[in-house]
């Protein structure tokens, strides 16, 4: 708990017709999941986690018991593998069919969240479902946003990424409590980090992105710069994880509402690097956000290069006085924060064949022949050793 409970961020906020609560705060899980099952008039969770934090921390314990007290705790499941493996979502639903239970509780990082959206999706499909999306609450313990959007990523049995997109699997309810995440691994924590500052900055040159949501980015990865530090430099102060964990709210929630708009190069590039070369998405993010960010001083409307030259001022750091000397100075403090976190790597370091670069580059880009293809394959190189 901070030192001082008055600045102690906390409270509950009221959200889309798909997303009805989110509550944050310190130790606010033991509230807020009793509020939830009450609103929604449930009986029955399937809680969906990894093997890792039900085993080797005591976070899922303290949610099952909460669950218990209200008599509420079917069963918990926690098969789901690093980015979410088929295999692991089809046998949840086969529990989910013989439990007959009516909601689902996801608890961790990206995999897990995104599993349980997969689950409710694919479970809708059974008799047993009567036509419903489950009502699903998210309790996640990194910084990788994925309780804010309407899609479910996963990976099939070749291997490759597979996403599910529609409105009905958004989230009921989240519950943001930093308590739940002391026990995430710091590698995690800092590299999920870089993957909400990712979503923040892409926001700037995401179309279709409304002028006011910009400014939610702004304040992200202001809040990011600052705090991932502080949180490397203090893994124990659970104000700065608050902080964390509200900067990759702003980072990414509104933009659930925008969901076919097309993302950013870092992120489609992530896409492509993460199962198949077993990258944790994190991880992809320190890889790959400087280096873009460099590309679009050359790829962005003009528009959009002032919204990223911009960050600076919301950083405190004067202008070199040129938008595209800004950008770039932009993308030397995004290199500078992922080494000063401890999370520089290469391409190489994973162990990605060399030869397979303009085939990524393919890939995110969706054609050979877009004008960005031969930049986003020299951009590999430059972060491949």
């Keep these: 708990m901070s030192e001082s409970p008055r600045t102690t961020i906390q409270g509950s906020l009221g959200s889309s017709p798909t997303l009805q609560s989110v509550f944050y705060g310190p130790g606010c899980v033991s509230n807020a999941l009793p509020k939830l099952i009450k609103s929604f008039g449930v009986k029955k ?38 980015h979410a493996p088929i295999a692991g979502i089809l046998k949840a639903v086969d529990q989910l069919k013989e439990l007959r239970a009516d909601f689902l509780v996801s608890v961790g990082g990206g995999s897990p969240i995104d599993a349980a959206k997969a689950i409710a999706y694919r479970f809708k499909d059974t008799p047993e479902s009567g036509g419903k999306i489950l009502p699903h609450f998210g309790i ?17 049995e070749d291997g490759h990424k597979i996403a599910v997109i529609s409105p009905e699997i958004g989230l009921s309810g989240i519950i943001l409590d930093a ?22 900055v892409e926001t700037m040159y995401r179309p279709n992105i409304a002028h ?15 705090y991932l530090p ?25 933009i659930r509402f925008h969901e076919n708009s097309p993302i950013g190069i870092s992120h489609l590039l992530g896409h ?36 990223l030259a911009d960050i600076l001022f919301h950083l ?8 595209d000397g800004d950008i770039l100075l932009l993308s030397d403090l995004l290199d500078k924060l992922v080494v000063q976190l401890g999370l520089k790597t290469t391409l190489e370091a994973y162990k990605v064949p060399r030869e397979d670069l303009p085939k990524i580059a393919e890939r995110a880009l969706g054609s050979k022949e877009v004008p960005a293809f031969s930049k986003v394959v020299g951009l590999l190189e430059t972060i491949y050793a």
């Design 230 to 254: 502080l949180s490397k430099a203090n893994p124990e102060n659970v104000e700065y994880r608050q902080r964390l964990l509200i900067a990759a709210w702003m980072s990414l929630w509104p």
């Design 45 to 82: 969770a399937l809680v969906v986690t990894g093997n890792t934090l039900r085993t080797k921390t005591d976070v899922v314990k303290k949610v099952e018991t909460i669950l218990e007290q209200h008599d509420a705790h079917g069963a918990t499941f926690s098969g789901i593998g690093e």
């Design 316 to 323: 405190g750091v004067p202008s070199t006085g040129s938008v």
């Design 212 to 226: 006011p949501v910009k400014f939610l980015g702004y304040g992200a990865i202001a809040d990011l710069f600052k």
């Design 179 to 200: 308590e739940l995440t002391l026990p995430t691994p710091e590698r995690l924590w800092l590299s999920t980090g870089m993957r909400a500052m990712d979503h923040a």
């Design 140 to 156: 996640p313990t990194t910084l990788s946003a994925a309780e804010y959007t309407s899609g479910a990523g996963y990976t099939g």
């Design 272 to 307: 492509k690097l993460g199962a198949t070369y077993s990258i944790p998405h994190g991880m992809t993010s320190c890889l790959t956000l400087a280096a873009v960010v460099k590309l679009q001083s050359e790829l962005a409307s003009p528009e959009d290069k002032k919204y």
